[in-house]
Structure formats: structure tokens, C-alpha cells
């Protein structure tokens, strides 16, 4: 019962492509969220969601963007992918209010070549 | 400016004995905080929250304001408690601040 999907598992970019990752809930959750998991850094907030059509950045915005459309679907999107943008990208949603915690997706292994 | 310190990025215990995984923070509001775990090939998972003080698979952890910490403790360490664990700390609305994590290795 996969709750929170992600569209691909690995994936091998060259360096200047546009890139979009997918992410796909269906918890009817209003929030989520993208973060980037590198080895001793742990997760960095990238960008998320709190309702259709919103965008707030996290931590580390640069070179990325969002879309989301439709309440269920967040993406995330290189715009121009570079080689320090290889790595794990998480996504997860979650309910709106306190002592909700995160369901993630199973991640998407991203390398930039 | 908020900040989850998890000091120890590799621990090792054996089998049977105590565990406890450090995680301190900072934060100017009135703090949220969990822990999540990763195992080998799976997806991160919530372990427990403070507001819950629940007890998952034998893992507590305190809230204590006083020294700004939420320590996971186990009282005895099992080989399927290996595995990545994060601590994360709520802030503003409803985004989580993740520290760098600590990789725990139950010896058999």
C-alpha cells in the first residue's frame, strides 16, 4: 500500500539537461515537501507545498523549482542540472497541524553527469 | 536561527546493551520534535514524537527544555535496530528541520 510514490527510482542526467522529479500522494495530504539526503549533510529542505498552487523555498532553493497543480502531484524541477545536484531526492507529504509527522516516498537517485 | 545537532554520525553498540542516540537543538519557539529511521533499502519512517510520549519498538525519548535535547534510548539494543536515524525539529507552520543523522550498528 504505497502511499507516497515517486516516479523513478534512479536516474542519470547530463549536465545542462531540465529535469523534472515526480511525486504522486494519495493521503489527500495539503503539505509537501521535497528535501535532498547527502551522507554526513542529512536532509535539506528544498521546497514545499501547503496548499494547490503554492510554493514556499526551503533551505536550499537554488537551481530548483516547483509545480503544483493539482493537490495530489508535486514536482520538482532542475532547471539546468549541474553535477553538484546529484543525489537522493525525498519527497513527503503530510496533514496540515501540530504532531502530524511525514510519510516519504522511497526516493529517486538522481546523478548529473 | 533553528539547529539539530546529532554529535555522533556512527555508533556502534552490541547486541543487549544500552543505546542512546544524541540529539540537541535550538529553536526560539516552543519546540516539536521526532525521530525518524531509515533501514537498509527502505524508506524513512517516522520512529515516534514527543507530543506522543509513545514508546515504538522499545525506543523512548524525552523532550527536556532544559538542556535543549531529545535523546532515543533503548534499553537493550537488537540487530534489526541498525539503521539510520534522524532527529527533526518542527518549524513554523509545518516543515521539519532534519539534523545530519546518526547510523547505529548493533553488533550481534
Known amino acids: 500500500d504505497v502511499k507516497v510514490t515517486q516516479s523513478s527510482r534512479y536516474l542519470v542526467k547530463r549536465t545542462g539537461e531540465k529535469v523534472f522529479l515526480e511525486c504522486v500522494q494519495d493521503m489527500d495530504h495539503e503539505n509537501m515537501f521535497w528535501y535532498r539526503q547527502d551522507p554526513g549533510l542529512g536532509l535539506r529542505l528544498i521546497y514545499f507545498s501547503y496548499d494547490v498552487k503554492m510554493k514556499e523555498k526551503g533551505d536550499i532553493p537554488e537551481g530548483y523549482s516547483v509545480s503544483r497543480e493539482k493537490k495530489e502531484r508535486f514536482s520538482l524541477i532542475l532547471e539546468s542540472a549541474s553535477t553538484n545536484q546529484t543525489s537522493m531526492y525525498l519527497c513527503?507529504?503530510?496533514?496540515?497541524?501540530?504532531?502530524?509527522?511525514?510519510?516519504f516516498g522511497s526516493g529517486t537517485r538522481l546523478t548529473v553527469v | 536561527a533553528q539547529r539539530v545537532t546529532q554529535p555522533e554520525k556512527l555508533l556502534s553498540v552490541f547486541k543487549g546493551a544500552p543505546v542512546e542516540l544524541k540529539c540537541n537543538y535550538s529553536?526560539?519557539?516552543?519546540?516539536?520534535l521526532f525521530w525518524y529511521v531509515q533501514y537498509s533499502r527502505q524508506r524513512l519512517q517516522l520512529l515516534l514524537r514527543?507530543?506522543s510520549r509513545e514508546s515504538i519498538k522499545g525506543f523512548t525519548a524525552d523532550l527536556n527544555k532544559g538542556e535543549t535535547s531529545f535523546h532515543l534510548k533503548k534499553p537493550f539494543a537488537q540487530e534489526e535496530d541498525s539503521a539510520m536515524y534522524y532527529c527533526?525539529?518542527?518549524?513554523?507552520?509545518?516543515?521539519?528541520?532534519f539534523g545530519t543523522g546518526t547510523r547505529l550498528t548493533v553488533i550481534p
Open positions: 514527543h507530543i
Open positions: 513527503a507529504s503530510s496533514l496540515q497541524g501540530e504532531g502530524y509527522g511525514y510519510t
Open positions: 527533526a525539529l518542527r518549524r513554523g507552520a509545518n516543515n521539519l528541520f
Open positions: 529553536y526560539s519557539g516552543s519546540p516539536e
